[in-house]
């Protein structure tokens, strides 16, 4: 049997917000931001006129989490399936992406937690020096993912998945050429060519002193001041490896407030959890115009900043180091969308909600699927795999849609957080909408035997539903292991669970499962019915 490792296989509560500024919407506008809005109108032309036989029944194109996903359904379902890579099975996520950055996070966040003397004398501890090895973390990081890597090979190559490690190109709807001077048929094709760093004009990444995520992975270096350019989830993640491990951090966000595609209470209590006690400050309502690289320990990295609206410059930052954190830019290079008649929608591929490809002319393209990052539905590695899977079920002729309102979706700092659904001003708007009274009802960490065993006290969860039906309409969680905790949610969301029927779910005791218990018990006497 198989090794398949613990991948992702299901998002984000949406990036709505009550701002309504321009600057907003043009960020909302930005490549990395879901493409949810992307919903062409779409017919469905004759189907192409299939060939009595292809070399595969299935093509795919990127072994990323939502290729790998891909493959294994249609292994599973008794498929030929081919796989493309031009670079690294596994791609972002796994080598540059999710897996290395939780490495680097859990390695942090003892450090973090052991340089924490205060938290360690409650508990009756104490420590002398705590010291860390740069090379030794950054190892681990590196270590994991080739690991990882090397599993998910594995686990295509033996369940029979062809890998041809080249780039390969549409020339049809049905038919590829390799960069290994090969062409091949397939019944269908699966694009899946994931994403790359989006470095807005005007920054100079020299992957020295100025660097993206692609960068900062690898830590070779832990500046004493670096400033983070974005504050999402990356930024977010970055600031709270780089605080543990002893840098000051600066944020440099275009919209008014930090981290603005959380839920706007979640993102004031991050605040206070995340940037007031550590050694971070920040400009918001910036953008980082230009950003010139400079000389470790010779010269700075300049950073010049104007204002978001009037664009006059503000400030002028000197720092060791820069990561540009400012979101993800769909990569369709040499893809070939040209020969399907198919034009990029802000950079993203445009589908359907079967995750079938539509053209230029709002035909959807049979027999041609985009999932994953590609798409901008959900820039998430399980949203990425799932996808995968929904095409898949299409292909074999089970009609299926992705639910993205309930895919989870978590950023792993100390305390993470964590959401599903809607945040509170969308799901204010909806009530305002569909004529319905909002509920919110909210538990306490503070309030929970395990995380104030674990000295962890601090955070909430937050859930937000129609008092008329019961029904789930977002939660939102910061707290000591968020990111585990969202799953049960995001599982009742889907399954259209009211918030009486889960508070009537026995939870463990002690576990932190009992902060959504409170949660929902709470939200049962104001549910009407
Ligand atoms: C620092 C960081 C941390 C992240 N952390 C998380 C996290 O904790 N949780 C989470 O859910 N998401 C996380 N993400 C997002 C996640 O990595 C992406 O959503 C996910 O990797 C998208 O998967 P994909 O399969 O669409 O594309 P990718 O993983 O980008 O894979 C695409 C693959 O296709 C290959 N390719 C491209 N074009 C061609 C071609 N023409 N021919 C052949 N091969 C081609 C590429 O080489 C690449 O290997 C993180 C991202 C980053 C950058
Ligand atoms: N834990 C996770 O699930 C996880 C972790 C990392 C990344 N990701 C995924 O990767 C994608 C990319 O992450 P990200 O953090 O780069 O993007 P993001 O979209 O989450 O955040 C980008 C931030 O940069 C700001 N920004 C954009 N242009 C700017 C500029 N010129 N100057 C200053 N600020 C600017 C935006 O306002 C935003 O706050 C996300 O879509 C996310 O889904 C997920």
């Known amino acids: 049997m198989a090794f398949v490792p613990s991948l992702p296989v299901a998002h984000f509560a949406p990036y709505a917000s009550s701002h309504k500024s321009s600057l907003r919407r043009a960020l909302l506008r930005s490549p990395s931001r879901r493409a949810s809005r992307l919903s062409p109108t779409v017919h469905r032309s004759a189907p192409v006129q299939i060939r009595a036989s292809f070399d595969y029944d299935l093509a795919v194109i990127g072994a990323g989490v939502g290729g790998h996903g891909a493959a294994l359904h249609a292994v599973s379902k008794g498929l030929k399936v081919v796989i493309f890579e031009a670079a690294d099975v596994g791609g972002t996520c796994v080598n540059r992406g999710c897996v290395p950055s939780k490495a680097l996070l859990a390695a942090a966040g003892r450090v973090r937690e052991m340089k924490d003397a205060d938290h360690l004398r409650a508990m009756g501890i104490s420590l002398s020096d705590v010291e860390y090895d740069r090379q030794g973390v950054a190892d681990h990081a590196t270590g ?46 699966i694009l899946a060519p994931g994403s790359t760093p989006f470095v807005p004009r005007g920054i100079e990444i020299d992957n020295k002193t100025v660097f993206t995520s692609d960068g900062a992975l690898k830590m070779e270096w832990v500046p004493d001041w670096v400033a983070i350019v974005g504050s999402g989830y990356i930024g977010l993640e970055f600031s709270d490896v780089y605080t543990a491990l002893g840098s000051n951090v600066t ?87 040209d020969s399907i008649n198919v034009e990029t929608q802000r950079g993203f591929v445009p589908v359907d909600e079967k995750m079938n490809v539509v053209d230029k002319d709002g035909n959807v393209i049979e027999h041609v699927y985009a999932i994953g990052d590609v798409n901008g539905k959900m820039m998430l590695a399980h949203a990425a795999s799932a996808q995968g899977i929904s095409a898949v079920e299409n292909i074999t002729g089970k009609s299926h849609v992705v639910d993205h309102n309930t895919v989870p979706a978590a950023c792993f700092t100390h305390p993470e957080i964590s959401m599903v659904g809607l945040t509170e001003p969308a799901a204010k708007e909806a009530a305002k909408e569909g004529g319905f009274e909002l509920g919110k009802s909210i538990g306490h960490f503070r309030a929970n035997s395990k995380a104030l065993a674990e000295g962890e006290g601090d955070g909430i969860a937050k859930v937000l539903f129609n008092k008329d039906n019961g029904k789930i309409l977002g939660v939102h969680i910061i707290g000591i292991h968020a990111a585990d905790l969202i799953q049960e949610c995001s599982n009742a969301m889907a399954r259209g669970t009211t918030v009486d029927e889960l508070a009537f779910c026995v939870h463990t005791h002690p576990t932190l499962s009992e902060v959504i218990d409170e949660a929902m018990k709470g939200a049962v006497g104001m549910a009407a019915h």
């Open 251 to 337: 944020f440099v966000e275009a919209l008014p407030n930090l981290m603005p595609g959380f839920d706007p209470e979640i993102s004031r209590l991050a605040q206070r959890l995340l940037i007031n006690p550590r050694p971070i400050d920040y400009h918001t309502n910036v953008f980082a115009s230009k950003v010139t690289p400079g000389i470790p320990g010779e010269k700075p990295v300049v950073i010049e900043l104007i204002d978001a609206g009037s664009k006059e410059p503000v400030d002028t930052l000197y720092v060791d180091a820069a990561m540009i954190a400012t979101g993800r830019a769909p990569y369709t290079n040499g893809l070939g969308l």
């Open 144 to 189: 994991l993912a080739s690991k990882v890597k090397s599993n998910m090979a594995n686990s295509l190559t033996s369940l029979g998945v062809e890998i041809i490690n080249a780039r390969a190109t549409l020339t049809g709807p049905q038919s590829i050429s390799g960069s290994n001077g090969s062409t091949y048929t397939a019944k269908d094709i």
